[in-house]
């Protein structure tokens, strides 16, 4: 039980002491002892709680506190600074004296806290006690100790003086207090500097100075004196101020040299500021005297320009906040942390300012790992006018070094600040230049040492560089090109070519007149107009025009496969003067000296793909990627082979320029209009991630204000007045090599039966001719259609292009798909099922017709209604389509006629297209054509397709079946 006991009152006893809280300062009862060590004789520095009486004498007992509980307590960080530096002298008597010690001592003279101050008297008490204790004021702290040097004969003398509060005295009338401190008139002085406290020590063992005999002076001058006049002003007062005319013997002037000595100091940089004296180098945060000598050998003392080194010093403390701190400590230099000095870039300015005082620098290529320039970049920079670029000259230079375009690209690219330069040395570029140059590169192609911006990137250049970086021309051209291309009213001005066999409506005169105002300029473009327009008329159009304003004519066509038919046809048709040179499939010329006798190149992207090794050679005048969406994907061959083309000019066509994402868009303004839109990266992080991802209506007007001269858009809305109520049109689908293969083995069967009857004969076995033309027009769709059948592919080159229009078209367009075989439909509605495309579907089996109908009318999200043509030929109202697809055309033209006029009918608002899918070089390439010559017969003859099959002879049979 007594231990349990004894456990009680500990555990009391310590709850109280945690209990008892930190001692509140209170400058009235707390006071300051300044004591030596008992044993040690090192400087102690104590706190004590004292009580005092009425006169303000103090009263025992005094209680001790420690200073670290009395900081619990600070309300400020000066406080907390005085006591932490109090208790670095609590009882520690084996602390060697460091310049630390003086710091920590300066915080303790600014007594925050007002208190009083004592020193004890330890021959009244070894204890502190109230009598032991003395009170002191504190005064102004010690700078300086000058050592006087006098010379008597063969002796010479060295007297110390220490300066306190603006009078000198000598040692033997001071008295030195605890190593740190003077003691005078009842005030405590703290000698300041580390350098101080050691002279002190050691001439208050000799305070009446040193005497020297002549024999030992040298030396002493020589290894000590010489050393201590870096922080120690000595007087050699036997050296009398120099003449005018001993200063000028002695290679003295009247103007100075300023130098600034950089070294190393382990990870510090030294800064050391030198005025040079003649041929004396004096660095100016020393005290050192100047002697020299005249043409007799009679030594002189030279004074030094006071005036000169304050202005110098003051120079220097503008450039760093630390350098006056650095000031009150006895260093011959200033420093900065390395990472500081170099890394942040300080000295750029510094150096610049330094230059412009006419202050040499010295030193800086030879600190460790430096290998930076010490000249702040100047840059000047002067856009002129080429014949199609602006060309932009940076001149970058790093004192006397410039910087090659190669080098500064390099560091931009890898966003780094250095630049490499010829010297080995790295020049530092501003961030915001950083960031200027990112932006000159990613507008414009480096030229040896030019930046090439193209000039339809006018914009950007008016963006990117000031306007009195701008040359006079470059300036005119710029507002040329706002001024004629945004104002689109002078688009109704058109020269039509006479050669042209077609009347433009105003809309295509204005797209002809668009394409030759780029011509003018030099400039390409994208022509977007929505399909159905007349794109390809107006390229015909402008390659006519071309005759006059081009030295040769010759331009490239590219065009998807199923387009080569119908360009031909076109160019035929509308301007059979054109010569045309068609580049696809077996036996076609690879011979690129033919090409000057010819204007129209007409080729595939799949030939371009396979010729791209001669393409490249030959320089086109123009080159047309018609349906150019065909390279939206940056990363195909088919892009890459596109831009490795050469011609003075190009225009992307297509009627849908962005089908996923604005890098659709990007890659046909690349081809048409390089650099327009900066590298791939640069648009991604401009446009295409903040419009595609973020849907940021900012970025996506600034897009479009960018590439709004060089894309003429009219989509069937925007030109309904002009347009036909109903526009027919032809889309051919070359066969691949299988299923033609299917369908040349039927073709030789019929041909052959064809031959073997004669004329007489061949009316009667009308039903035999429409069963083998029945064959032919399924396998031109798809040969799935012979199910019965032995096939050698499964291809349908009807269906490829038919999904492909609906991609295009369906989220803008409602569309109505025909065929007279129900087969057919079935295979397409299985595509559209696979690609997630909402559909409806209508045969002979339909039972619910009007509901069929009513939901692609009324349902937004149902854009495609597939219909047998003999179950929707009649009685249908579909006005909610604006497309028509003939999957199969027939020879009859009324019935094709009825199943158009299912959307062109009354109701419709919009302008009707009907597209009829024929492959070519077939029998239904041959009986479309043969149905324009039998156009003179009455509609009567045409309603049965017995009246028509009598009207075609052996020999239009023969012609039909032939190749």
């Not at 915001?432 to 030019?450: G, R």
């Not at 119908?566 to 690129?592: C, H, M």
């Not at 000057?596 to 047309?624: A, P, V």
Request: glycine residues 4%.
């Amino acid at each position: 039980m007594g231990n349990i006991k004894d456990l009680q009152e500990q555990l009391i006893t310590d709850e109280r002491k945690v209990a008892a809280p930190a001692p509140s300062l209170d400058k009235e009862d707390h006071i300051v002892v300044l004591k030596n060590y008992r044993f040690h004789k090192q400087l102690t520095l104590e706190l004590y709680q004292a009580a005092t009486t009425q006169s303000g004498k103090l009263k025992n007992p005094l209680k001790l506190v420690n200073p670290y509980d009395a900081a619990l307590k600070a309300k400020q960080l000066e406080e907390l600074k005085f006591l932490t530096a109090l208790s670095r002298f609590q009882n520690n008597p084996t602390a060697a004296k460091s310049p630390a010690d003086i710091e920590a001592l300066k915080t303790v003279m600014t007594n925050p806290l007002s208190l009083r101050f004592f020193y004890h008297e330890p021959g009244f008490s070894e204890n502190v006690v109230a009598g032991s204790l003395k009170e002191i004021n504190i005064g102004e702290p010690v700078n300086d100790i000058t050592l006087t040097i006098r010379r008597e004969n063969e002796w010479y003398f060295i007297l110390p003086k220490i300066r306190i509060e603006q009078k000198t005295y000598a040692f033997s009338d001071i008295e030195i207090k605890y190593d740190y401190f003077i003691l005078r008139g009842g005030s405590l002085h703290l000698l300041s500097k580390f350098h101080l406290v050691k002279m002190a020590r050691f001439f208050r063992q000799q305070p009446a100075g040193l005497k020297l005999h002549e024999s030992e002076y040298a030396g002493v001058q020589q290894n000590i004196l010489s050393k201590l006049e870096d922080s120690v002003y000595v007087d050699y007062t036997f050296h009398e101020p120099g003449s005018k005319s001993q200063k000028a013997q002695g290679g003295f002037n009247d103007s100075l040299e300023r130098f600034i000595y950089l070294s190393d100091l382990d990870n510090y940089v030294l800064i050391n500021p030198v005025l040079k004296y003649g041929k004396v180098e004096i660095p100016v945060l020393t005290k050192r005297q100047i002697y020299s000598q005249d043409s007799e050998g009679e030594v002189f003392a030279v004074e030094r320009d006071r005036d000169a080194e304050v202005n110098f010093i003051a120079l220097l403390l503008q450039q760093h906040a630390d350098f006056e701190e650095q000031l009150e400590t006895d260093l011959p230099y200033f420093y900065l942390h390395k990472r500081r000095f170099l890394d942040e870039g300080w000295f750029l300015n510094a150096f610049e300012q330094w230059q412009t005082e006419g202050i040499t620098v010295l030193g800086f290529n030879q600190l460790k790992g430096n290998k930076l320039n010490g000249n702040k970049a100047k840059i000047a920079i002067r856009v002129i006018s080429g014949l199609d670029w602006f060309n932009t000259s940076l001149d970058v230079r790093f004192g006397k070094k410039k910087a090659s375009l190669k080098q500064l690209h390099t560091s931009v690219r890898n966003k780094n600040k250095f630049v490499q330069l010829d010297d080995g040395t790295l020049g530092i570029l501003p961030d915001e230049w950083l960031q200027k140059f990112s932006a000159y590169f990613n507008a414009a192609e480096i030229v040896d040492e030019v930046l090439q911006i193209p000039k339809f990137n006018y914009e950007e250049v008016k963006l990117l560089f000031r306007d009195d970086e701008l040359d006079e021309s470059v300036k005119q051209e710029i507002a040329a090109f706002e001024s004629k291309l945004k104002q689109v009213d002078l688009y109704n001005e058109a020269d039509v070519p006479e050669d042209l066999n077609a009347s433009l409506r105003e809309y295509q005169k204005q797209g002809l007149t668009w394409l030759n105002l780029l011509d003018d300029f030099n400039f390409g473009g994208v022509l977007a107009d929505d399909m159905g327009l007349g794109k390809t008329l107006q390229i015909i159009a402008f390659i006519l025009s071309q005759r006059k304003k081009a030295r040769q004519n010759t331009n490239l066509v590219v065009v998807p496969t199923s387009l080569i038919f119908n360009w031909q046809d076109e160019v035929k048709k509308f301007a059979p003067s054109i010569t045309i040179l068609t580049l696809y499939g077996a036996g076609r010329i690879k011979d690129i000296t033919e090409f000057d006798r010819y204007e129209i190149i007409l080729t595939s992207y799949g030939t371009l793909l396979s010729d791209i090794t001669f393409l490249i050679k030959y320089r086109f005048n123009y080159i047309f990627l018609d349906e150019s969406q065909n390279i939206k994907n940056i990363d195909s061959q088919r892009y890459y082979a596109a831009r490795q083309l050469q011609s003075r000019n190009k225009i992307a066509i297509t009627g849908t320029p962005v089908e996923n994402n604005t890098f659709d868009l990007y890659a046909q303004l690349s081809f048409a209009c390089p650099g327009l839109l900066g590298n791939k990266q640069s648009f991604r992080d401009l446009f295409s991630i903040p419009i595609d991802k973020f849907k940021s209506s900012r970025h996506a007007l600034q897009l479009q204000k960018k590439v709004a001269p060089f894309i003429l858009r009219r989509t069937k809305r925007d030109v309904a007045r002009e347009l036909p109520e109903k526009t027919e049109m032809v889309l051919y689908c070359p066969m691949e090599e299988a299923q033609r293969k299917v369908y040349e083995a039927y073709e030789k069967e019929f041909r052959d039966y064809i031959a073997g009857v004669t004329e007489e004969e061949l009316p009667k076995n009308s039903i035999h001719v429409l069963r083998s033309l029945t064959r032919l027009r399924q396998i031109c769709n798809s040969p799935l259609l012979l199910q019965d059948e032995k096939l050698y592919g499964d291809n349908s080159a009807k269906i490829e292009t038919l999904l492909e229009q609906i991609d295009n078209k369906a989220q803008n367009h409602k569309i109505l798909v025909f065929s007279q075989f129900v087969s057919m439909l079935g295979l397409i509605k299985h595509e559209l099922e696979d690609r997630g495309i909402a559909y409806e579907y209508l045969t002979g089996s339909t039972k619910d017709r009007e509901s069929v109908v009513n939901n692609f009318q009324n349902n937004a999200s149902v854009r495609v209604f597939l219909i047998s043509l003999k179950a929707g030929g009649t009685g249908l109202n579909l006005t909610e389509a604006d497309y028509v697809y003939l999957v199969d055309p027939w020879w009859n033209p009324a019935v094709e006629n009825q199943a158009i006029d299912r959307s062109y009918r009354i109701g419709q608002e919009k302008a009707v297209m009907a597209v009829r899918l024929i492959c070519p070089d077939t029998v239904e390439e041959k009986i479309i054509k043969l149905q324009a010559t039998k156009r003179a017969l009455s509609n009567d003859l045409l309603k049965s397709e017995a009246s028509f099959f009598t009207s075609i002879t052996k020999a239009e049979w023969l012609s039909m079946l032939d190749h």
